[in-house]
């Protein structure tokens, strides 16, 4: 059966289609104007003081580790219930990922886990906002070690009261097509300390430097920016939308056997994914499979857990996530009525 219902989509409008019209016009193209009121608007909207827009998250990443110094050697904690692309960045610059197991309600790294792992070598923890709900940052701010907050799920999201990438040291951010909002393909890395940012900003560009330092190629263009300034006004909207739909999930499946996201005070659920998790005899693989039958497409929220990189064992969350979760679709563009026929198909095949 066809797809009727994608699990993630980007959602643009005519503004962005002007927007990028205007910079092809214009002959303008890479890096320029553009990218500069990208980079000025989106500390706005962080409240954030300084930020630097890259070619991807993953690029955001490799520079927040450059930036604070983290070198080969260097012991790297990081979540092992996350994207591949952390564990890339820290090995890009010959550090030693410590993988470490997540929490079980929230997804996000687990502060005993952390603590654990901890030993002299340590020089950073890359704490990712897990798919829209910001981590628990105070016990790991309070370790004194720097951190990199990942908020590729996470943009426009709060930690008690403050935007989430101000809290650390550093933030990254990802604008991948389905991401929270989008560039294409993008990143920035934002900072209220002007020295990480300013290192970033030289390492980005190769040419027209007197020392032959390595540096790197990561620039944004402003065809990119454009559509970036525009997502950065809509995406109010895109966080009200998906905790609407959130709110409507919950209301369908609230009281069936299904274990739903939690939402907690001081930090609110943006929702970029609704992850659940189906009772215990359903296997979750098949699960993916009758719903595609359905037309609904849902993954697994993680493609697979990064201390299989090497073969470790220790986080078990991790791998019991890998067999109980579930992501369904959710995103802007869905409406209340295609959220009740997925929780309609879910109810009539798992409850
Ligand atoms: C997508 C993602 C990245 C990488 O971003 P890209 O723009 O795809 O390079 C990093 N961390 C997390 C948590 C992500 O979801």
Redesign the pocket.
């Known amino acids: 059966m066809k797809i009727m219902i994608p699990h993630s989509r980007p959602t643009l409008s005519k503004a962005e289609i002007k927007a990028v019209n205007e910079v092809l016009s214009s002959c303008q193209i890479a890096k320029g104007k553009k990218v500069e009121e990208f980079e000025s608007d989106f500390c706005k909207f962080q409240n954030i003081r300084n930020a630097v827009a890259v070619?991807?998250?993953?690029?955001?990443?490799h520079m927040a580790l450059l930036a604070l110094d983290i070198k080969g050697g260097d012991q790297v904690i990081i979540p092992s219930y996350?994207?591949c692309?952390?564990l890339n960045?820290v090995l890009y610059i010959g550090a030693d990922p410590v993988i470490t197991d997540v929490n079980e309600d929230d997804f996000n790294i687990s502060f005993e886990a952390v603590l654990k792992n901890l030993t002299k070598k340590t020089k950073a923890i890359i704490v990712?906002?897990?798919f829209g709900l910001p981590a628990e940052l105070a016990p790991l701010k309070k370790l004194g070690l720097p951190i990199i907050e990942?908020?590729?799920?996470t943009v426009g999201g709060k930690y008690k009261d403050k935007n989430v990438g101000s809290f650390g040291d550093i933030g990254?951010f990802?604008?991948?097509a389905t991401?929270m909002m989008t560039t294409a393909?993008?990143?920035m890395v934002a900072s209220n300390k002007a020295s990480l940012i300013d290192k970033i900003k030289d390492l980005i560009e190769y040419d027209q430097k007197r020392n032959f330092k390595l540096r790197y190629n990561y620039k944004m263009s402003d065809i990119q920016a454009a559509i970036g300034i525009k997502q950065l006004k809509q995406l109010p909207g895109f966080i009200d939308k998906r905790q609407k739909l959130a709110k409507q999930y919950f209301q369908l499946l609230n009281e069936s056997g299904f274990t739903l996201p939690k939402d907690f005070v001081d930090r609110k659920h943006l929702y970029y994914r609704y992850i659940i998790k189906l009772a215990k005899k359903h296997n979750i693989f098949n699960a993916i499979k009758k719903l595609g039958k359905e037309g609904i497409e849902c993954n697994s929220p993680v493609f697979q857990p990064l201390h299989r990189a090497f073969k470790a064992k220790g986080c078990p969350v991790s791998e019991k996530l890998m067999k109980e979760a579930l992501s369904i679709p959710i995103y802007p563009s869905l409406s209340l009525h295609q959220i009740g026929f997925v929780a309609q198909k879910l109810l009539k095949l798992f409850n």
Not at 55 to 61: C, D, E, I, K
Not at 150 to 153: L, T
């Open positions: 070619n991807s998250g993953t690029s955001a990443l996350s994207c692309a952390i960045a990712v906002h897990n990942d908020c590729a799920h990254i990802s604008f991948y991401k393909e993008g990143g």
